[in-house]
């Protein structure tokens, strides 16, 4: 079992950046797949970027790809999620999930646990 808690949100004018982490416990973090999904207000949960256990492959969704970069410090137990350029519409909450494979997905129903999220909020 992982727990995780993401932190560095906040409040960022258009064409910034901000940078997400997601620190997890346990001393299996290596052994998880992990991913970044958002949800905003009246939206269902979306896919944002994932990575694969060992960092060998990742994968984004196209609304941020070439925008944000994910990675992964296993010796530290966290994920990050760089976000750059900014839009009104990456305005959400951002929540980490751990996938116990080594296969990353880009479904919310494949990561069985998830942090508390973290409010994200672009300005125009």
């Known amino acids: 079992q992982v727990q995780l808690v993401e932190f560095g949100g906040g409040l960022v004018q258009t064409g910034g950046s901000l940078r997400l982490s997601c620190a997890a416990s346990?001393?299996?973090?290596?052994?998880?797949?992990m991913g970044w999904f958002r949800q905003a207000p009246g939206k269902e949960r979306e896919f944002v970027a994932a990575?694969?256990?060992?960092?060998?492959?990742?994968a984004y969704a196209d609304s941020v790809k070439g925008r944000f970069t994910i990675s992964r410090d296993n010796a530290k137990n966290a994920v990050y999620l760089q976000m750059n350029s900014l839009k009104p519409e990456d305005t959400a909450v951002y929540y980490c999930g751990a996938r116990g494979s080594e296969v990353l997905s880009i479904h919310n129903f494949a990561y069985a646990y998830w942090g508390q999220g973290t409010q994200v909020t672009v300005s125009s």
């Open positions: 346990g001393r299996t973090f290596s052994s998880y797949a």
């Open positions: 990575i694969a256990r060992g960092s060998s492959s990742t």
